[in-house]
């Protein structure tokens, strides 16, 4: 019976473990450094789970290497993801969007069955509160050490995840694995995270939701566009249309600009046009009010301060040129870019080790045979949305194959 080493007892590595171990011929020991396993799984989809999306493509995907994703998402796709979890006793729920969700919104559920799988596997041996600290190369196999104990195996697979969220187990430790071993990595960023920008407007809007178009542009350069929730921070924006931006902030560099257009739907001149209605039925109204049923109350008092509008103007007297520029505030509310918040506060980690260095159809080591990787410690991360998730499944499960 042949030892295979995991190490990393996330959603990789246990997805990795488990189909491992289908070969009965496989004797599976499986590292964790925390106290328990899949702790940051806990934490995904805010509690939720977001555990794939039904509307995955490769195109969800960033990486040095863009098409490595293809063979491990066609080999392991959304339906076949589904139907395994669906075996282990998972129901889950799919929303108009495409995210699934267990039935039980809660991460809790998608853990539970993750654990009763691997504790119905004789041949798995969990190993928690044990970090790898040592993997070198050896006679017919590798050396595995921890604090504990030296394991001798005949494969590793590496699927330590990445330093995004180091409160829930975020580290460097796969890419310091790997690199001793001939690997390379490329420049890490937090992606999937808070924007941190200039916060005089923010501050007043804490906690504040709008429906917006947003624009990242690094001077006239458009970076990245996408459209959805945001949500004002004491620092700056969040929510899940600023995550979408965020890895092109986050390697953007200098000079970055973000605008929201918080009436997408509508063109500036139709904006206009319902300002000058409002203050031809209420001139009595003062200019703090002028947006109100059209915006957030604290949104729309914003815009008049943002356009240095007096706010106990009388409508009566706002000139069409001020309406205009309202109207035009409600359209391109601009916020200069300081960059984002740092990894403990990021759900994923844009780079990793590089995948180049190993094959796409089978996830091992081009440099070290025997030696496979998966999930977030190679340079893949996906947009907001469970993609994230779907790149553990899929390449655990690829790597758990181990080339068969």
Not at 370 to 378: H, W
């Amino acid at each position: 019976m042949s030892t295979i080493a995991i190490i990393g007892a996330g959603a990789s590595g246990m997805m990795a473990a488990i189909t491992a171990a289908e070969n009965g011929a496989h004797r599976v020991l499986l590292f964790e450094r925390q106290a328990r396993a899949g702790r940051k799984l806990l934490s995904t989809g805010n509690g939720r789970c977001n555990l794939t999306n039904e509307g995955m493509t490769p195109e969800n995907y960033h990486s040095e290497t863009p098409d490595f994703v293809r063979p491990a998402l066609a080999a392991f796709p959304v339906a076949d993801t589904l139907d395994w979890f669906h075996a282990l006793g998972l129901l889950t729920v799919t929303e108009p969007s495409g995210r699934v969700y267990p039935l039980s919104d809660s991460a809790n559920s998608v853990l539970d069955v993750l654990r009763f799988a691997i504790e119905g596997k004789e041949n798995i041996t969990l190993l928690t509160g044990q970090p790898v600290l040592r993997l070198a190369r050896i006679s017919g196999g590798f050396r595995v050490e921890t604090e504990q104990e030296t394991y001798a195996c005949d494969n590793v697979i590496v699927a330590c995840g990445g330093m995004a969220g180091a409160k829930v187990g975020g580290v460097k430790d796969g890419y310091a694995l790997l690199q001793s071993l001939g690997h390379s990595r490329t420049a890490l960023h937090p992606a999937l995270v808070q924007l941190t920008t200039e916060t005089d407007f923010p501050k007043a809007l804490k906690g504040v939701r709008a429906d917006a178009r947003l624009t990242l542009a690094q001077k006239r350069t458009v970076l990245a566009r996408t459209e959805g929730e945001v949500q004002f921070t004491e620092k700056g924006v969040s929510g899940p249309a600023v995550f979408d931006l965020s890895r092109a902030a986050s390697t953007g560099g200098e000079g970055l600009g973000l605008t929201l257009d918080f009436l997408r739907d509508y063109a500036i001149r139709d904006v206009f046009d319902r300002l000058c209605d409002r203050r031809k039925a209420a001139p009595q109204l003062t200019a703090e009010d002028l947006l109100t049923g059209m915006l957030h109350n604290r949104l729309g008092r914003t815009i008049i301060r943002y356009v240095n509008q007096k706010a106990d103007t009388p409508l009566s007297e706002l000139s069409d040129a001020a309406l205009k520029e309202i109207a035009r505030a409600c359209k391109g509310f601009s916020l200069p870019v300081r960059g984002t918040e740092g990894f403990d506060s990021a759900q994923v980690t844009a780079g990793g080790i590089r995948c180049a260095e190993f094959d796409a159809q089978t996830m091992e080591s081009r440099i070290v045979p025997g030696l496979f990787a998966c999930g977030e410690v190679l340079d893949v991360d996906g947009d907001c949305g469970g993609f994230n998730l779907q790149w553990a499944w899929s390449s655990g499960h690829l790597a758990g194959r181990l080339g068969k």
